[in-house]
Protein backbone atom coordinates (compact mmCIF):
# COMPACT_ATOMS: atom_id res chain seq x y z
CA UNK A 1 0.00 0.00 0.00
CA UNK A 2 2.89 2.29 0.95
CA UNK A 3 4.31 1.35 -2.17
CA UNK A 4 1.60 2.31 -4.14
CA UNK A 5 1.75 5.53 -2.51
CA UNK A 6 5.18 6.40 -3.23
CA UNK A 7 4.07 5.69 -6.56
CA UNK A 8 1.39 8.11 -7.19
CA UNK A 9 3.39 10.97 -5.47
CA UNK A 10 6.19 10.46 -7.71
CA UNK A 11 3.16 11.09 -10.93
CA UNK A 12 1.65 14.05 -9.02
CA UNK A 13 5.10 15.78 -8.85
CA UNK A 14 6.08 14.78 -12.54
CA UNK A 15 2.78 16.32 -13.94
CA UNK A 16 3.50 19.03 -11.79
CA UNK A 17 6.68 19.78 -13.74
CA UNK A 18 5.53 18.36 -17.27
CA UNK A 19 2.55 21.45 -16.44
CA UNK A 20 5.42 23.95 -15.44
CA UNK A 21 7.29 22.63 -18.46
CA UNK A 22 4.71 23.14 -21.21
CA UNK A 23 3.45 26.50 -19.16
CA UNK A 24 6.92 28.17 -19.98
CA UNK A 25 7.43 27.02 -23.50
CA UNK A 26 3.97 28.31 -24.05
CA UNK A 27 5.06 31.77 -22.55
CA UNK A 28 8.05 31.49 -24.76
CA UNK A 29 6.13 31.02 -27.62
CA UNK A 30 3.57 33.58 -26.84
CA UNK A 31 7.21 36.36 -26.45
CA UNK A 32 8.79 34.49 -29.65
CA UNK A 33 5.90 34.85 -32.08
CA UNK A 34 4.45 37.34 -34.43
CA UNK A 35 4.13 37.00 -38.10
CA UNK A 36 5.45 40.51 -38.97
CA UNK A 37 8.72 41.55 -41.34
CA UNK A 38 10.28 44.54 -40.06
CA UNK A 39 13.17 46.67 -42.05
CA UNK A 40 16.08 46.72 -39.48
CA UNK A 41 18.63 48.04 -42.11
CA UNK A 42 17.24 50.76 -43.68
CA UNK A 43 19.17 52.26 -46.93
CA UNK A 44 21.21 50.65 -49.58
CA UNK A 45 24.95 50.47 -49.38
CA UNK A 46 28.16 50.76 -51.61
CA UNK A 47 32.07 50.91 -51.17
CA UNK A 48 31.33 54.73 -52.41
CA UNK A 49 29.06 56.17 -49.97
CA UNK A 50 31.37 54.74 -47.14
CA UNK A 51 34.60 55.46 -45.43
CA UNK A 52 35.13 52.86 -42.91
CA UNK A 53 33.63 49.34 -41.77
CA UNK A 54 34.10 48.05 -38.46
CA UNK A 55 33.41 44.13 -37.59
CA UNK A 56 33.66 42.73 -33.73
CA UNK A 57 32.55 41.11 -30.99
CA UNK A 58 30.37 42.13 -27.77
CA UNK A 59 32.24 45.10 -26.33
CA UNK A 60 34.66 45.01 -29.20
CA UNK A 61 33.57 46.32 -31.97
CA UNK A 62 36.70 46.94 -34.10
CA UNK A 63 37.98 43.36 -34.37
CA UNK A 64 38.48 43.77 -37.95
CA UNK A 65 38.46 47.41 -39.78
CA UNK A 66 38.03 47.92 -43.28
CA UNK A 67 39.09 50.98 -44.35
CA UNK A 68 38.46 53.46 -47.90
CA UNK A 69 42.24 54.80 -49.20
CA UNK A 70 42.65 56.46 -52.72
CA UNK A 71 43.87 53.71 -54.07
CA UNK A 72 41.08 51.39 -52.54
CA UNK A 73 39.88 49.44 -49.59
CA UNK A 74 42.07 48.23 -47.51
CA UNK A 75 42.38 46.19 -44.34
CA UNK A 76 43.61 48.58 -41.85
CA UNK A 77 43.42 46.01 -38.53
CA UNK A 78 45.54 43.61 -40.83
CA UNK A 79 48.51 46.25 -41.48
CA UNK A 80 46.63 48.11 -44.38
CA UNK A 81 46.69 45.07 -46.34
CA UNK A 82 44.31 45.20 -49.76
CA UNK A 83 40.82 43.58 -48.98
CA UNK A 84 38.72 41.77 -51.30
CA UNK A 85 36.50 43.89 -53.06
CA UNK A 86 34.45 41.05 -53.20
CA UNK A 87 33.51 40.22 -50.12
CA UNK A 88 32.89 43.77 -48.90
CA UNK A 89 30.49 43.85 -51.66
CA UNK A 90 29.16 40.83 -50.57
CA UNK A 91 28.52 42.19 -47.00
CA UNK A 92 26.82 45.16 -47.95
CA UNK A 93 24.64 43.48 -50.35
CA UNK A 94 23.56 41.44 -47.89
CA UNK A 95 22.75 43.62 -45.32
CA UNK A 96 21.20 47.06 -47.05
CA UNK A 97 17.79 47.02 -46.37
CA UNK A 98 18.12 43.60 -44.46
CA UNK A 99 14.51 42.71 -43.35
CA UNK A 100 13.51 40.23 -40.59
CA UNK A 101 10.42 38.41 -39.24
CA UNK A 102 9.58 39.36 -36.18
CA UNK A 103 10.67 36.51 -32.99
CA UNK A 104 10.77 38.04 -29.90
CA UNK A 105 11.02 41.57 -27.78
CA UNK A 106 12.15 39.97 -24.49
CA UNK A 107 14.84 41.18 -22.86
CA UNK A 108 15.46 37.65 -20.79
CA UNK A 109 15.52 35.78 -24.07
CA UNK A 110 18.44 37.81 -25.80
CA UNK A 111 20.82 34.94 -25.19
CA UNK A 112 19.34 32.23 -26.52
CA UNK A 113 19.46 34.18 -29.75
CA UNK A 114 23.27 35.03 -29.52
CA UNK A 115 22.40 38.47 -29.02
CA UNK A 116 23.60 39.09 -25.93
CA UNK A 117 25.52 42.22 -25.63
CA UNK A 118 28.87 40.26 -24.82
CA UNK A 119 28.49 37.58 -27.92
CA UNK A 120 26.37 39.66 -30.54
CA UNK A 121 28.70 40.10 -34.03
CA UNK A 122 28.14 43.63 -34.51
CA UNK A 123 28.70 45.30 -38.11
CA UNK A 124 28.92 48.58 -38.34
CA UNK A 125 29.43 51.77 -41.30
CA UNK A 126 30.75 54.90 -41.54
CA UNK A 127 29.82 57.98 -44.54
CA UNK A 128 32.56 60.08 -45.89
CA UNK A 129 31.74 62.56 -43.25
CA UNK A 130 32.24 59.56 -40.34
CA UNK A 131 28.80 59.59 -39.74
CA UNK A 132 27.40 56.05 -38.66
CA UNK A 133 25.37 54.78 -41.46
CA UNK A 134 24.26 51.38 -40.55
CA UNK A 135 24.38 48.72 -37.46
CA UNK A 136 22.98 45.59 -37.08
CA UNK A 137 23.61 43.34 -34.44
CA UNK A 138 23.78 39.13 -36.01
CA UNK A 139 22.99 36.62 -33.34
CA UNK A 140 23.28 32.41 -34.08
CA UNK A 141 21.37 30.60 -37.03
CA UNK A 142 17.59 29.41 -36.74
CA UNK A 143 17.38 25.51 -36.24
CA UNK A 144 14.71 25.97 -39.44
CA UNK A 145 16.10 28.56 -41.31
CA UNK A 146 19.22 29.64 -43.43
CA UNK A 147 19.41 33.16 -41.52
CA UNK A 148 20.18 34.57 -38.71
CA UNK A 149 18.58 36.40 -35.58
CA UNK A 150 19.31 40.20 -35.71
CA UNK A 151 18.45 43.17 -33.88
CA UNK A 152 18.62 47.08 -34.06
CA UNK A 153 21.95 48.04 -31.88
CA UNK A 154 20.10 49.04 -27.87
CA UNK A 155 16.64 47.36 -28.90
CA UNK A 156 15.11 43.89 -27.71
CA UNK A 157 13.39 43.14 -31.22
CA UNK A 158 15.06 40.06 -32.11
CA UNK A 159 14.39 39.52 -35.94
CA UNK A 160 15.38 36.47 -38.08
CA UNK A 161 17.06 37.31 -41.50
CA UNK A 162 16.05 35.55 -44.46
CA UNK A 163 20.28 35.39 -45.48
CA UNK A 164 23.08 33.23 -43.56
CA UNK A 165 24.79 36.69 -42.76
CA UNK A 166 27.46 35.24 -40.44
CA UNK A 167 28.45 33.09 -43.62
CA UNK A 168 28.92 36.62 -45.42
CA UNK A 169 31.80 37.39 -42.09
CA UNK A 170 33.84 33.46 -42.89
CA UNK A 171 31.66 32.57 -39.44
CA UNK A 172 30.34 29.30 -40.44
CA UNK A 173 29.95 27.44 -36.71
CA UNK A 174 28.01 30.66 -35.05
CA UNK A 175 28.67 34.05 -33.40
CA UNK A 176 32.56 34.67 -32.72
CA UNK A 177 35.03 37.33 -33.80
CA UNK A 178 35.45 37.90 -37.48
CA UNK A 179 39.17 37.15 -38.78
CA UNK A 180 40.72 39.45 -41.35
CA UNK A 181 41.51 36.90 -43.56
CA UNK A 182 38.41 36.29 -44.81
CA UNK A 183 38.52 40.23 -46.10
CA UNK A 184 42.05 40.19 -47.81
CA UNK A 185 42.39 39.82 -51.11
CA UNK A 186 45.27 37.46 -51.29
CA UNK A 187 46.10 37.36 -54.55
CA UNK A 188 49.99 38.46 -54.14
CA UNK A 189 50.96 37.98 -57.86
CA UNK A 190 49.12 38.23 -60.93
CA UNK A 191 50.82 38.50 -63.92
CA UNK A 192 50.03 37.60 -67.71
CA UNK A 193 51.76 34.38 -68.79
CA UNK A 194 51.62 36.02 -72.64
CA UNK A 195 53.90 38.74 -71.48
CA UNK A 196 56.88 36.68 -69.78
CA UNK A 197 59.86 36.39 -71.37
CA UNK A 198 62.21 34.80 -68.88
CA UNK A 199 62.64 33.43 -65.72
CA UNK A 200 65.53 33.77 -62.95
CA UNK A 201 65.24 31.70 -60.02
CA UNK A 202 68.21 32.07 -57.39
CA UNK A 203 67.50 29.30 -54.93
CA UNK A 204 70.57 30.10 -52.26
CA UNK A 205 73.04 31.37 -55.37
CA UNK A 206 71.92 28.27 -57.44
CA UNK A 207 71.48 30.33 -60.56
CA UNK A 208 68.66 28.60 -63.02
CA UNK A 209 67.58 30.61 -66.09
CA UNK A 210 65.16 29.87 -68.64
CA UNK A 211 64.07 31.48 -71.44
CA UNK A 212 61.06 31.27 -74.08
CA UNK A 213 61.56 30.58 -77.49
CA UNK A 214 58.60 31.27 -80.22
CA UNK A 215 57.35 30.14 -83.03
CA UNK A 216 57.54 32.29 -86.27
CA UNK A 217 54.74 33.95 -87.41
CA UNK A 218 53.83 33.93 -91.57
CA UNK A 219 54.49 36.98 -93.18
CA UNK A 220 51.79 38.96 -93.79
CA UNK A 221 50.63 41.67 -96.01
CA UNK A 222 52.46 45.24 -94.98
CA UNK A 223 55.32 47.22 -95.60
CA UNK A 224 57.95 45.83 -97.74
CA UNK A 225 59.99 42.73 -97.41
CA UNK A 226 58.80 41.08 -100.03
CA UNK A 227 55.82 39.73 -102.37
CA UNK A 228 53.64 37.07 -102.48
CA UNK A 229 52.43 35.39 -105.67
CA UNK A 230 49.84 38.28 -106.19
CA UNK A 231 52.14 40.83 -105.78
CA UNK A 232 51.02 42.06 -102.14
CA UNK A 233 54.46 43.17 -100.16
CA UNK A 234 54.84 41.20 -96.95
CA UNK A 235 56.02 42.83 -93.65
CA UNK A 236 58.78 40.76 -91.89
CA UNK A 237 57.65 37.77 -89.67
CA UNK A 238 57.39 38.36 -86.08
CA UNK A 239 56.83 36.27 -83.43
CA UNK A 240 53.82 34.34 -82.34
CA UNK A 241 53.89 34.84 -78.52
CA UNK A 242 50.79 32.23 -78.18
CA UNK A 243 53.48 29.54 -79.35
CA UNK A 244 56.99 28.83 -77.62
CA UNK A 245 59.49 26.50 -76.14
CA UNK A 246 61.51 26.49 -72.87
CA UNK A 247 65.63 26.98 -73.06
CA UNK A 248 67.81 26.58 -70.33
CA UNK A 249 70.54 29.39 -70.57
CA UNK A 250 72.15 29.62 -67.38
CA UNK A 251 73.86 27.93 -66.15
CA UNK A 252 74.16 25.59 -69.48
CA UNK A 253 72.36 25.43 -72.64
CA UNK A 254 69.36 22.87 -72.77
CA UNK A 255 66.41 22.25 -73.87
CA UNK A 256 63.60 21.88 -71.47
CA UNK A 257 60.46 19.96 -71.34
CA UNK A 258 57.44 22.63 -71.92
CA UNK A 259 55.31 21.36 -69.75
CA UNK A 260 57.28 21.30 -66.47
CA UNK A 261 58.64 24.78 -67.62
CA UNK A 262 55.39 25.65 -68.16
CA UNK A 263 53.92 24.77 -64.58
CA UNK A 264 56.73 26.88 -63.06
CA UNK A 265 55.65 29.71 -65.89
CA UNK A 266 52.08 28.91 -64.10
CA UNK A 267 53.35 28.78 -60.59
CA UNK A 268 55.19 31.91 -60.76
CA UNK A 269 52.08 34.37 -62.59
CA UNK A 270 49.37 33.42 -60.09
CA UNK A 271 50.39 33.14 -56.89
CA UNK A 272 47.83 33.25 -54.08
CA UNK A 273 48.42 33.70 -50.40
CA UNK A 274 47.27 32.38 -47.10
CA UNK A 275 47.60 35.31 -45.04
CA UNK A 276 49.14 38.21 -44.78
CA UNK A 277 51.76 39.53 -41.63
CA UNK A 278 53.53 42.89 -39.89
CA UNK A 279 55.72 44.65 -42.59
CA UNK A 280 56.98 47.16 -39.62
CA UNK A 281 58.81 43.81 -38.12
CA UNK A 282 61.91 43.33 -38.80
CA UNK A 283 62.44 41.70 -41.82
CA UNK A 284 65.17 39.83 -41.12
CA UNK A 285 62.97 37.89 -38.49
CA UNK A 286 61.17 37.08 -41.85
CA UNK A 287 64.00 35.68 -43.69
CA UNK A 288 63.46 38.17 -46.05
CA UNK A 289 66.85 41.01 -44.86
CA UNK A 290 68.73 39.13 -47.45
CA UNK A 291 66.96 36.66 -48.80
CA UNK A 292 68.43 33.35 -49.80
CA UNK A 293 65.64 32.78 -52.73
CA UNK A 294 64.46 35.26 -55.13
CA UNK A 295 62.30 34.69 -58.24
CA UNK A 296 62.52 37.27 -61.03
CA UNK A 297 59.79 37.45 -64.47
CA UNK A 298 61.23 39.23 -67.10
CA UNK A 299 58.74 40.61 -69.32
CA UNK A 300 58.28 41.41 -73.14
CA UNK A 301 58.98 45.38 -72.57
CA UNK A 302 62.03 44.62 -70.02
CA UNK A 303 60.54 45.31 -67.01
CA UNK A 304 60.85 43.15 -64.52
CA UNK A 305 59.06 41.57 -61.08
CA UNK A 306 60.81 39.78 -58.27
CA UNK A 307 59.93 37.55 -55.76
CA UNK A 308 61.73 37.03 -52.45
CA UNK A 309 61.16 34.30 -50.17
CA UNK A 310 62.03 34.04 -46.74
CA UNK A 311 61.95 31.74 -43.87
CA UNK A 312 58.88 29.61 -42.94
CA UNK A 313 56.46 30.57 -40.28
CA UNK A 314 55.36 27.74 -37.99
CA UNK A 315 51.78 26.94 -36.96
CA UNK A 316 50.44 28.79 -33.75
CA UNK A 317 47.42 28.80 -32.90
CA UNK A 318 44.99 30.42 -35.35
CA UNK A 319 48.36 30.75 -37.50
CA UNK A 320 48.56 28.48 -40.45
CA UNK A 321 52.07 27.32 -41.58
CA UNK A 322 53.77 29.24 -44.52
CA UNK A 323 56.29 31.00 -46.03
CA UNK A 324 57.25 34.84 -45.43
CA UNK A 325 57.14 36.50 -49.43
CA UNK A 326 57.84 39.89 -50.25
CA UNK A 327 57.35 41.57 -53.64
CA UNK A 328 60.29 43.34 -54.28
CA UNK A 329 59.69 47.34 -53.80
CA UNK A 330 55.95 46.72 -52.25
CA UNK A 331 55.55 46.92 -48.59
CA UNK A 332 52.86 43.89 -48.04
CA UNK A 333 54.67 41.03 -46.51
CA UNK A 334 52.76 37.82 -47.93
CA UNK A 335 52.41 34.03 -46.15
CA UNK A 336 52.39 31.54 -48.72
CA UNK A 337 52.08 27.75 -48.99
CA UNK A 338 55.19 25.87 -49.01
CA UNK A 339 53.51 23.72 -52.05
CA UNK A 340 53.46 27.58 -54.27
CA UNK A 341 57.17 27.68 -52.99
CA UNK A 342 58.27 23.78 -54.36
CA UNK A 343 56.50 24.14 -57.85
CA UNK A 344 58.40 27.32 -58.05
CA UNK A 345 62.21 26.30 -57.20
CA UNK A 346 63.00 23.15 -59.63
CA UNK A 347 66.41 21.87 -59.87
CA UNK A 348 67.44 21.38 -63.86
CA UNK A 349 67.20 17.72 -63.40
CA UNK A 350 63.30 18.67 -62.57
CA UNK A 351 63.07 20.56 -66.13
CA UNK A 352 64.64 18.18 -68.54
CA UNK A 353 62.57 16.33 -70.83
CA UNK A 354 62.21 12.73 -69.59
CA UNK A 355 63.69 9.59 -71.38
Same mark, same amino acid.
Given at each position: ?49 ? &? /? @?? !??? =? ?14 ? %? ?121 ? &? /? @?? !??? =? ?14 ? %? ?135
Amino acid at each position: MLKNRNILVLVAVLVVLLAISMAQKAGHRKSTSGSSTVKVVEGTFTTDQL &D /R @IT !LGL =GADEEVVVLLATPTGW %VVASAWDAPASSDRIDALLRNVSGLSGEFRSDEASVLADYGLADDGAVKVRAYDKEGNLALAVDIGGKSERSVGNFIRRPGSNAVYLSEVNLLSQLGLYNGPAAPGNVHFLDLQAVKEDRLEV &D /R @II !LDD =GGQILEMAKEFAEAKP %VPGDGSGADTTGAELAPPEADRTTWEWKLTVPMSKALAKTKADGVLGSLVRIRATDVDDPATDLAAYGLAEPSRTATIVRQDGTELTLEFGNTREASGALQTGVWMKVRGEPVVWIVSDYTVKNIFKSVEDLLPGE
